[in-house]
């Protein structure tokens, strides 16, 4: 047994004063392996994908109550879901999908305020946040609340209502990604200071609260569809991100640990050999591992 | 080890604004690839570089960055492509 962990982990007679896992072809046996497996799983998640999956659960209602219990935080009204808003966020999302964008404004100058328009919300105020890649509705208000941009948006107290979209489709530079939409509007001027806060409420209205009645540029207020409620749900019985990125992690983690060690017992021993320079790769598979932490991780617009 | 530190500093400088890259573009796995490749490249180039400075520069050597800097995108694929 301590033969056996000498040869593979440690410099030795035995492997030549290196390490047999960090032998060129040991190291190519893994690529190979990594490669075949990445293939393997990518098919079995197409055909299997009850079984193996990456695990989604993203609803509207979720963002929804998400939305406004940062919003009762701040002492600021809650936002109610808008059917109007949500056809617009639909639409926009639809429109990301069909001309392969990732912006506010579309390819052919598309602007938000063109699909809250189009959707029959004659705004006052409005605004959008955009979000992909993320796996759940917790994930992704928190990532817009760390940015201050997006963090003003949820947090305005011009805003009164509110519309989400949340589709699966294929972006720029994903084949498979969840994309939110969130947008934001109000018809009539809001007072901040004389809306008292509200608590989050249990369930969801789809009426317009009623408002102070000193705003100007009020607009009549339309009928309200009722919205449809997206929801990305997938529930796999291996979660395939979590899978992937574990190995990753103690392959990498390994590799760290096996060069390390033939640093230090090389220099301590003042061995001399032709090979390239451990601390290189150690370095170099540290920066990987910090690469493969962040992957998978949602993007913000 | 002095002597090799300028090397060292502008090393981890280039691996640093790798990872930075990659963490800039969340949400693109494609362009995610795309840098951790460009990250593998320049630590082949950056190593070799060294050895060559140095005078130990060999095929041995050379195959050794290859297959390390292989093993770095082929377990960032591992998890782009099988994973998520």
Known sequence: MRNFFSHFFTPHISNNQRAKLIHSQTIFLFVLLLLGSSFFISTAKQHFSQVLGASVDISVQDLLLLTNIQRSHAGLPVLQLNGELTQAAEAKAQDMFAKDYWAHFGPDGESPWDFIHAAGYNYVYAGENLARGFSSAQDTVNAWMNSPEHRANILSPNYQDVGFAVERGRLPGDSDTILVVQMFGSQQVVHAAQTPPVVVPQTVTTQPTPQPTQAVLSVTPTPVQSPVLGVVKENPLFNSAFLTKSISYILLSLFVIVFALDLILTESRKSVRLAGHSFDHLLFLLSILAVAIGLGVGAIY | ?84
């Open chain 2, 1 to 84: 080890m002095k002597k090799h530190l300028g090397y060292y500093v502008s090393f981890l400088l280039i691996l640093a604004g790798g990872v930075f890259l990659v963490y800039q573009s969340q949400g693109d796995k494609m362009l995610q690839l795309d840098f951790v490749i460009l990250l593998s490249l320049a630590y082949v180039v950056w190593g070799l570089l060294h050895h060559f400075v140095h005078h130990s520069m060999s095929i041995k050597v050379v195959i050794e960055y290859i297959v390390v800097a292989l093993l770095g995108i082929a377990v960032v694929f591992f998890v782009i492509n099988g994973g998520l």
